[in-house]
């Protein structure tokens, strides 16, 4: 009896892990039955950064982030690219510009840049070049980069448990 109850504390944890890290606030509340505030604040800043990259308005996750990436790091580049495309299709270009000038350590990415003069709702050239930096996958990264700085791990239990699985399967065949 007392394995089955370890068993259960086990899998309620990691469950616990999992809806925080996918942001799930209000499931994780009535299973915790009360509020851990500490966790709800990691959650809630995670869910407006990917809200923010989600509508468009990624330079206001590039301002949290970039704190704690440094000019080199393939997400900070990803993020400024997609903050620089959201200036542009939503109309500014100036902004865009500035932004551009600031954060682009070398501005050689001509594609990039040349989304300046398009008009974005009726060119498949900017969709095509906007479209070349994964929204989805930066969302994911974020997400992983900041419950990582919570946890010290950059996935959840429940990933980490099925990936050790996953290896097992694979190491017996």
């Known amino acids: 009896m007392e394995k089955h109850k370890e068993i259960k504390l086990v899998l309620k944890k990691i469950i616990q892990d999992h809806l925080h890290f996918s942001c799930s606030e209000t499931t994780f509340t009535l299973l915790n039955n009360k509020e851990d505030k500490e966790v709800l604040n990691d959650m809630s800043t995670r869910r407006n ?17 970039k704190d704690f990436l440094s000019c080199e790091d393939e997400l900070f580049v990803k993020l400024a690219k997609l903050s620089f495309i959201d200036f542009i299709s939503n109309d500014k270009v100036q902004e865009g510009i500035e932004f551009a000038k600031k954060y682009f350590t070398n501005l050689s990415d001509k594609p990039l840049l040349s989304l300046v003069g398009y008009e974005k709702s009726s060119c498949e050239e ?15 990264r974020v997400n992983s980069y900041v419950f990582k700085k919570y946890t010290s791990r950059g996935e959840s239990l429940l990933h980490s448990t099925i990936a050790y699985y996953n290896t097992l399967q694979n190491n017996s065949e």
């Open 49 to 65: 950064l990917i809200f923010f990259i989600k509508n468009n308005e990624s330079h206001n996750a590039f301002l949290y982030m």
């Open 126 to 140: 900017f969709k095509k070049i906007s479209e070349s930096v994964n929204r989805e996958e930066i969302m994911s």
